[in-house]
């Protein structure tokens, strides 16, 4: 399990966009959950603590034991959220915390989407009011090592990594997160990389011969190619500090589709060490001010969109969306 790659995107029309790739061995992309407001749900797996959503929202994800599991989403005031593979770097508390919501790793993405309604309110939470605990998941039987990626409809971004010294809460960040080292260590290494252009290079003299790039893209010459955590956070930057500014929405779902095409991972590339294939099970793109939820899947590009419509948000209960994961394509004649 290597984990994925995500990133923040802004439209010459202000709307604001979180999207990501989910990298797992195992299939993923199966429904999307909508969570109402007023919904009470457990918040981790060791016990029956409950909290009372404020907000409706939506995800990929689950509902096991009427509790959601979201890998990311949207809520009803355009906070957007995603959590990402930490591992090596992610220390939760041991003990629940009388006092505290206590959140098993996986279900950080739901609770917090169900209490906040902005970026100040996420770090008001991972500050005061919520812990992060050894809980594993039943799945997988073991404790996810995850951080989060936060966006709301400002366009900034949060970071949340919980470390052995604490929760950093990263609020000037580039807006991408990939996976370990944590954020810090990828920002610095950026800085290997500041020849790396969109413009072509010029030729140069050489030994008494003119020299000149093959082609274009020379430019691009020693941007990292493969699947590592830090090439992948460099190449998603690049992309994004680079690409020409969308106009509207679904523009920036088709950029952000691109983007992400330039980090996913084909089934066979990445073999884990008990030989499981890691890849992208899905890519989402997400929009703060409509709060639809894009995606696109491994066994079906087809980008599909749920929308908190007023009649999905005033729904009582969860409702889950099943996902086809089977490739749909247009045949023209």
């Not at 039987?141 to 409809?153: A, E």
């Not at 470390?163 to 996976?179: F, P």
């Not at 095409?261 to 001010?289: F, R």
């Not at 696109?296 to 908190?308: A, E, H, P, V, W």
Request: hydrophobic residues 35%; negative net charge.
């Amino acid at each position: 399990m290597i984990g994925c790659s995500s990133f923040t995107l802004e439209t010459e029309d202000n709307k604001h966009f979180l999207s990501r790739t989910m990298d797992f061995m195992i299939e993923m992309a199966e429904q999307v959950v909508f969570v109402p407001k007023n919904k009470n749900f457990t918040t981790s797996y060791s016990t029956d603590n409950e909290i009372k959503s404020k907000y409706a929202f939506l995800g990929m994800g689950e509902v096991g034991n009427n509790s959601p599991i979201l890998f990311d989403g949207v809520n009803e005031h355009g906070l957007t959220g995603a959590t990402l593979y930490f591992p090596g770097f992610a220390v939760y508390h041991d003990a629940q915390k009388k006092g505290k919501i206590n959140v098993s790793p996986d279900k950080v993405i739901p609770v917090i989407l169900a209490l906040a309604n902005d970026l100040d309110e996420v770090a008001r939470l991972f500050e005061n009011e919520l812990q992060i605990v050894n809980d594993p998941n039943s799945t997988l039987n073991k404790v996810p090592p995850l951080h989060f990626i936060f966006s709301d409809t400002s366009g900034k971004s949060l970071i949340i990594e919980p470390k052995q010294d604490g929760v950093d809460i990263i609020d000037n960040s580039i807006g991408v997160m990939t996976n370990s080292p944590d954020y810090n260590w990828h920002e610095t290494n950026l800085r290997n990389y500041l020849s790396v252009s969109p413009q072509q290079h010029q030729p140069i003299e050489f030994l008494s011969k003119t020299l000149r790039p093959f082609s274009q893209g020379s430019g691009t010459f020693g941007l990292p190619g493969d699947f590592t955590p830090p090439s992948r956070f460099v190449r998603t930057a690049f992309l994004k500090n680079n690409v020409f500014k969308p106009k509207n929405e679904i523009e920036a779902v088709s950029l952000a589709h691109h983007i992400l095409e330039s980090v996913s991972i084909p089934q066979g590339i990445v073999i884990t060490e008990n030989q499981h294939s890691d890849y992208t099970c899905y890519s989402a793109y997400i929009c703060s001010e409509s709060q639809s939820y894009y995606f696109s899947t491994y066994g079906n590009q087809r980008i599909n969109k749920i929308t908190l419509t007023d009649e999905l948000k005033n729904s009582d209960d969860y409702q889950q969306f099943k996902v086809n994961n089977k490739e749909d394509i247009c045949t023209l004649n």
